[in-house]
């Protein structure tokens, strides 16, 4: 359903300064999104469930060391969560401070993003599968593995509920590519 509201007939811009806490929000949504990371915590906590069961069952110390397994490996999941956050904070302070000034250019072909360092960043609608909003930012489920996120405080209230409509366009023309 083409609207005229879903058309940038004119290029939309939007300039942001990226914070560590809007950086960790993004890859803490992006980390969830991975169905992988996901089923390894179905996995545990199944694994718990099942030792409870086996212990009102009175299987006794087999029950008591698969809840112990299952306590551990939770143990691990949550410390290479810490862990991964530490490394996500830590890389993005080392970024220079031109890396966390955007800039981006949103047309009705794509999307244009800049830094103050030079580095640009060209995705076009075509290759975007997926689209989600979720605390203040636009996800974009490219086709090339990776999802990029574009900051609602970065456009004027009207121009981002454009944007959003011209993504979600994009995300119906391109279903089942």
Do not use: C
Request: charge should be positive; proline fraction near 3%; aromatic fraction near 10%.
């Amino acid at each position: 359903m083409n609207t005229d509201f879903d058309r940038l007939d004119h290029p939309v811009f939007g300039r942001h300064h990226l914070s560590l806490l809007e950086q960790l929000i993004v890859q803490f949504w992006v980390l969830l999104r991975r169905k992988a990371l996901l089923g390894v915590l179905v996995a545990l906590l199944w694994a718990g469930v099942v030792g409870a069961e086996w212990i009102s069952a009175g299987a006794g110390a087999a029950a008591e060391q698969a809840i112990m397994y299952g306590l551990f490996a939770l143990v691990l999941y949550v410390g290479l969560i810490v862990w991964m956050t530490l490394i996500q904070a830590v890389t993005f302070l080392r970024w220079p401070e031109g890396a966390k000034r955007l800039v981006y250019e949103v047309g009705e072909e794509g999307m244009l993003l800049r830094d103050e360092t030079g580095v640009s960043l060209n995705i076009p609608w075509a290759s975007t599968r997926r689209v989600a909003l979720h605390g203040g930012f636009l996800f974009l489920r490219q086709a090339s593995p990776g999802w990029r996120a574009l900051p609602e405080k970065a456009f004027a209230p009207a121009d981002f509920a454009r944007i959003v409509a011209r993504a979600r366009r994009a995300e119906r023309e391109n279903a089942g590519k």
